[in-house]
C-alpha cells in the first residue's frame, strides 16, 4: 500500500487529468453564462500558485477572497493552497467593521475581490482593514493600486517549483459569528479536507457522481460552501454556479437550463423556490427527483412535505464551521416520507463522540441521531441511540 499524503494536489491532479472535460458554469452579475472546464480551472489555478509565491506568498501566509460563487473563485479554491498558503473566504454579508476585523485578526496579506464588490473593499479599507496588494477579478479600476486579476497570473512564471504540502499544513481559514465576542477563526488542514471530500460524496452522504450536476447556493465564503466543491471536482460532477443571483426565479431559469440533479442552499433559498413553484405550476421543467440539500439551520416539516409533493427530494444535513464543514445528514429510506424524514433527523442532533465523519456512530464521530434524554423508549425500554425504523419510529416517544 502507497503511503500518500492527503494534501489538495491529489483533488487537483484528479480534477485535471480524469475530470477535466466536466463543465463549469458561470452566471455572471450582467445574468450571462459563461463556460469553462475542470481542466481549464486547475490550469489557471496552478499559475496564481506561481504567480503568488513569485510575488512573495509563502507557506502558512494568509490570502482572503471577497467574491461570489463562480469559476475564478474555484480557481482561487485551488490556487491559493496549491501555493502553500491558506485561502480565506470573506463573508460579504457581514457589516464591514467586522469583514475588518477577521481579515487583520487572520493576517490576510492579499485580497482577491470581485469588481462589483469594490465598493464593499473600499468600506473595509475605511473600516481599518489592511492589505498589502489587491487582486480585482474583472474590471480592475485604472489609475489605482488596484491589480487586474486575469494579468496577474498570466504574468506568473511558466515553470517554478512551488512548496511541499504537507497533509497537516493549512488549507483554508473561515471565522464564525456563532460564539460570543468577536469573531473567531477554524483553520482546515488539507487532510480534513480530502478525507471530507472523500467521505461526502459517498451514496449514504451527499451520493455525488460525474451523472450529477451540482448546484451550490451555499456561498463559497460560507464554510467553503459546505466542501461542495472540492467534493465536485473530486468527484467529476458539474458545477454551476449562480453569481449573485440568488432569487429564485433565477436559481429556477438555471436550474432547468443546466439540469441539475443537486443543489444546496438554506432553508430560506428552498421556501421561495417552493413558493414559485407553487405559483407557477408546471413553469419549469425541472430534473426528476432533484436532490435538495439543506442546512444552516432547520427546515420546517412542511417544507420537506411540499418539496415531495413536487416529486423533488429535500435532504436535511447538518455541520458546524468548527467541525470541518459536514457533519452528518438526515437519511430517508423507502419512499420519500416528510414525517419520518423530519422524525429521523431528530429535534435536536447533538455531537455522539468527538470527531468529524458523516454517517453512523464510529469511534471518533460526530452523528445526528434519535437522543433519548429524558427517559426510555415505550417500544424497547432502552436508553441507547436509535434508528427511526422499526418500532422506534418516534424520537419522543419516551417513559418519564
Known sequence: MMDVPLTLDWIADRAERWNGNVEVVSRRPDKSVTRTTYAQVIGAARRLARALHAAGIKKGDRVATLMWNHAEHLEVYFGIPLSGAAIHTLNLRLHPDEIAFIANDGKD???IVDDVLL???????????????????????????RESYARFIEQAPAQGALPALAENDELGVCYTSGTTGRPKGVVYSHRSTILHSLVAAMPDCLELSRRDTLLPVVPMFHVNAWGLPYIAATTGTKLVCP????DPASLLDLMEREKVTVAAGVPTIWIGIRDVLDANPGKYKLQPNVRMIVGGSAAPEQLIRDFDRHGLTLIHAWGMTGSARRCSRAQRSGRRSARRHHERRGPHPRPVDRGCVFGRSHAGALDVRWLLPHGRCRACRSTRLHQAHGPHRRSHQVRR
Open 119 to 145: 465598493p464593499l473593499l473600499d468600506k473595509v479599507v475605511a473600516a481599518g482593514g489592511k492589505f498589502e496588494r489587491v487582486l480585482v477579478v474583472g474590471n480592475a479600476p485604472e489609475a489605482s493600486a
Open 243 to 246: 453569481g449573485p443571483h440568488l
Open 109 to 111: 496579506r492579499i485580497v
